[in-house]
């Protein structure tokens, strides 16, 4: 069982930007594809961005495409999410998974990682 560990969250301006970072340990992430998710106050929690094994493939929601990029670094398990140009409603708990067709693959969730962007 891999142990996830988001953090990197913060309050921000809009326009600003924070890179959030989710340490996994238990087990390597690194035969997962990952996604980062996120849920606002009252909502869903919804796909935000996704990375396969190799790190070549990146895929993100409509909402974020253009500001959002993430990465990975296999040989320190973890995984990232650098936003750019931040808007009110980024505003949520992001969180990490292994990830298929934009949906996690377990129903365990970390703490995840507040993000808050005032105007």
């Known amino acids: 069982q891999v142990q996830l560990v988001e953090s990197g969250g913060g309050s921000v301006q809009a326009g600003g930007s924070l890179t959030l970072s989710c340490a996994a340990s238990?087990?390597?992430?690194?035969?997962?594809?990952m996604g980062w998710f996120r849920q606002a106050p009252g909502k869903e929690r919804e796909f935000v961005a996704g990375?396969?094994?190799?790190?070549?493939?990146?895929y993100y929601a409509d909402s974020v495409k253009g500001r959002f990029t993430i990465s990975r670094d296999n040989a320190k398990n973890t995984i990232y999410l650098r936003m750019v140009n931040l808007k009110p409603e980024d505003t949520a708990v992001y969180y990490c998974?292994?990830?298929?067709?934009?949906?996690?693959?377990?129903?365990?969730w970390g703490q995840g990682t507040q993000v808050t962007v005032s105007s």
């Open positions: 998974n292994p990830e298929s067709d934009r949906r996690a693959t377990r129903d365990y």
């Open positions: 238990g087990r390597a992430t690194s035969i997962f594809n």
């Open positions: 990375i396969s094994v190799s790190g070549r493939r990146t």
